[in-house]
């Protein structure tokens, strides 16, 4: 059915994916799409194969999304949770993620509040040639793959609905707003819109957005010897909403993370809102009607106004939402299926 020629055992960072790649995830999200509405709503594609969820940390879409892929697809899921583990009993995560993979897991998707865990352990896996795969499902401010990759093909989808592919993002402007100092979500997009030739605006206070990041997708994290785009779309820092959102095509709004902020960054909620807050009065400095995302959990009144979560026909967080699960089944299916060429 699906060609497959996939040549990453892990998905730890979209640093590494080419366009083959992007659009490889797009085009087997688009068949994926429609699992739901079919009468059994499964593939048998992972059958026989366990996919594990390791959460070290609160997840309330990702880890459902996850689940609830793996099932569609037939795989067999287990899910840890820290409240009920025996790290209580003192045991390290290491030890936790060694009886899981001696268990015999297929792909270990993993979350973890520490940068790098998930690079670790998959170099821990492939130094001991052991065949699990590793899926990063966010580890610190580091990386949020999936979460980038349903954030394209949400995009790809509203700009093409017909045929959502890197293409569909090329020249587009989007404008990321908010925390994105503590936001593996807005790293992840950097590398993904840009590598589909979008052009990308962060805005926010220096506090949350220091300059550096204007040259983020031109450092490859270390270790990784070259970027596989040739091209990418640019990246500029605006500090001003209004300067921002004109021109916009789309607008993504990230949560403030408290729990991620070493002191008190912020002096005022309410002041953060009036300066950086999504609501339909500093839409209309974008010119034009444009679709708001954010990745959830939302801040009400802070990052997002409630009317403009409740208004649908500028709003794409429920469609971030369903189009996870296409997404993550085609992450799962490529990860059990590389190298595979099927017919
Ligand atoms: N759910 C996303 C994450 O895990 C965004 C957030 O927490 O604000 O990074």
Redesign the pocket.
């Known amino acids: 059915m699906i060609m497959s020629n996939w040549k990453h055992k892990h998905i730890l960072d979209l640093s590494k994916f080419s366009l083959d790649d992007y659009k490889t995830v797009l085009e087997l999200t688009t068949r994926f799409q429609d699992v739901p509405t079919t009468r059994s709503r499964k593939l048998p594609a992972l059958q026989g194969r366990l996919v594990t969820n390791l959460f070290f940390e609160s997840?309330t879409?990702?880890r459902s999304s996850f689940e609830l892929a793996a099932k569609r697809l037939s795989a067999d899921v287990q899910n840890f949770s820290v409240a009920t583990s025996s790290l209580n009993k003192g045991e390290t995560p290491l030890d936790t993620i060694l009886t899981y993979i001696a268990m015999g897991t297929d792909i270990l998707i993993i979350r973890h509040e520490s940068t790098n865990v998930p690079n670790e352990l998959a170099h821990y896996i492939d130094k001991h040639h052991i065949n699990t795969s590793i899926l990063n499902a966010?580890d610190g401010f580091h990386s949020?793959p999936s979460?980038g990759l349903l954030d394209l093909f949400t995009l790809a989808n509203f700009f093409s609905p017909t045929n959502p592919s890197p293409n569909s993002l090329s020249n587009k402007k989007i404008t990321i707003v908010g925390d994105i100092l503590h936001?593996?979500?807005a790293r992840s997009n950097l590398w993904a819109l840009t590598g589909c030739g979008a052009d990308v605006t962060l805005c926010g206070p220096k506090s949350l957005l220091p300059d550096e990041f204007s040259d983020f997708v031109l450092r490859p994290p270390s270790g990784q010897k070259y970027d596989p785009i040739k091209n990418r779309g640019s990246i500029v820092i605006k500090r001003s909403l209004k300067d921002a959102l004109k021109g916009s095509d789309a607008v993504m709004t990230?949560?403030l993370?408290k729990e991620r902020m070493h002191q008190n960054m912020l002096t005022d909620l309410d002041t953060y809102h009036n300066h950086y807050g999504i609501t339909h009065e500093s839409l209309k400095w974008c010119e034009k009607k444009v679709p708001v995302m954010h990745?959830?959990?939302v801040n009400r009144g802070i990052e997002i106004s409630s009317q403009i979560l409740e208004d649908d026909s500028i709003s794409l967080i429920k469609n971030q939402v369903s189009n996870g699960i296409p997404t993550r089944m085609s992450l799962l299916y490529l990860l059990a299926n590389r190298n595979i060429i099927e017919s």
């Open positions: 997840s879409r990702t966010g949020h979460q936001s593996r979500v990230l949560r993370q990745p959830g959990p």
